[in-house]
């Protein structure tokens, strides 16, 4: 079946640091590609998306880039702020059906 | 953006009594909403997808007899655990969306902290 594997945290890092969390996926047709945040205390947030391959998304600072021969959405950012600090889901969602697949999540600390 | 909001936050039960948890669509009407559940350090799980007026889509494995859901209206769906055991402790979180297809956004509620004693 689809699935979704993103890198075990925590990830720690000092502000302006440059950040990559790498996820890869696993998917039969062409699914779409999302990064959600989750802040503490709050619910997911949609952080930005890509639909077909090599297509880019970007947001606040945060890009990741829909990779079809690698199988992966990796997201990057170029200087972390310590705003940042959330935990990061990168997800799947099925074109048949429109089930979202999340892998398990990376907690990102970002000290001053 | 869109506004999805869960009622309670926070519930502590004792074992073998029922808990409901609401999702709540506050500017849009969702066709469609999702409840998932969340273990600690772990990813979101779906559990069930539900459309407005319609019988849920239970996900493999998940008890339609335990996890009741009803999706009443356009802007509301409930999850009721029946029965709960110390096991069903977990976050579980809702997610809507307007319409019913894949291309669809789905906003996702802030969760529920379920703890069953």
């Known amino acids: 079946g689809n699935s979704v594997t993103q890198m075990e945290g925590p990830v720690t890092l000092s502000e302006e640091a440059f950040l990559t969390i790498n996820c890869t996926y696993t998917?039969?047709?062409?699914?779409?590609l999302f990064w959600y945040v989750q802040y503490p205390g709050e619910g997911l947030q949609l952080l930005l998306k890509a639909t077909k391959a090599d297509d880019k998304g970007s947001n606040k600072g945060f890009e990741a880039t829909y990779r079809k021969e690698t199988t992966s959405f990796h997201l990057e950012k170029g200087s972390v702020q310590v705003s940042d600090s959330a935990v990061y889901f990168c997800?799947?969602?099925?074109?048949?059906?429109?089930?979202?697949?999340f892998g398990q999540g990376t907690e990102l600390s970002v000290k001053p | 953006g869109a506004v999805v909001s869960q009622h309670p936050s926070r519930v502590i039960c004792k074992s073998g009594t029922s808990v409901k948890i609401e999702c709540r669509s506050l500017?849009?009407?969702?066709?469609?909403m999702f409840w998932y559940r969340q273990f600690p350090k772990k990813s979101l799980m779906l559990m069930a997808t539900?459309?407005?007026?319609?019988?849920?889509?239970?996900e493999q494995g998940v008890e339609k007899d335990k996890f009741l859901i009803n999706h009443a209206s356009l802007t509301l769906s409930t999850l009721t655990v029946t029965s709960a055991h110390p096991e069903d402790s977990s976050f579980y979180i809702c997610?809507?969306?307007?319409?019913?297809?894949?291309?669809?956004?789905?906003?996702f509620g802030p969760g529920t902290r379920l703890t069953v004693l």
């Open positions: 997610s809507a969306q307007e319409g019913t297809t894949s291309t669809d956004t789905q906003y």
């Open positions: 998917a039969t047709g062409y699914p779409s």
């Open positions: 997800a799947l969602r099925e074109n048949q059906g429109g089930k979202l697949i």
């Open positions: 500017d849009f009407q969702a066709t469609t």
């Open positions: 539900s459309n407005e007026g319609s019988k849920a889509t239970y």
